[in-house]
Nanobody
Framework: QVQLVESGGGLVQPGGSLRLSCAASGSIFSINAMGWYRQAPGKQRELLAAIASGCSTNYADSVKGRFTISRDNAKNTVYLQMNSLKPEDTAVYYC???????????????WGQGTQVTVSS
């Protein structure tokens, strides 16, 4: 059973920083792309950043220059460093990955449980 466990969310003042972590555990043969989404109340889930297995990255325009995605393949972990946070960044943040549990299985898409980020003074 594969699990993605997120941590690092919380309350931060505007202009502050947070670092989210997401660790994959369980049966893992191979991990392909990893990424972060967020969903604010009343809004659709939004792709923020993605990182390929070779570490090339892509960002949404809304976070480009403020957020940085990285990964530690040895720890099966993806990070999201968030700087210059704004109130409009308030949302539930989800990590995601395309993962292959065994050599005999295809890649499947997995989601974390979500972590709340609130930006407020």
């Amino acid at each position: 059973q594969v699990q993605l466990v997120e941590s690092g969310g919380g309350l931060v003042q505007p202009g502050g920083s947070l670092r989210l972590s997401c660790a994959a555990s369980g049966s893992i043969f191979s991990i392909n792309a990893m990424g972060w989404y967020r969903q604010a109340p009343g809004k659709q889930r939004e792709l923020l950043a993605a990182i390929a297995s070779g570490c090339s990255t892509n960002y949404a325009d809304s976070v480009k220059g403020r957020f940085t995605i990285s990964r530690d393949n040895a720890k099966n972990t993806v990070y999201l460093q968030m700087n210059s946070l704004k109130p409009e960044d308030t949302a539930v943040y989800y990590c995601t990955t395309d993962l292959r549990a065994t050599i005999n299985e295809p890649f499947h898409h997995y989601w974390g449980q979500g972590t709340q980020v609130t930006v407020s003074s």
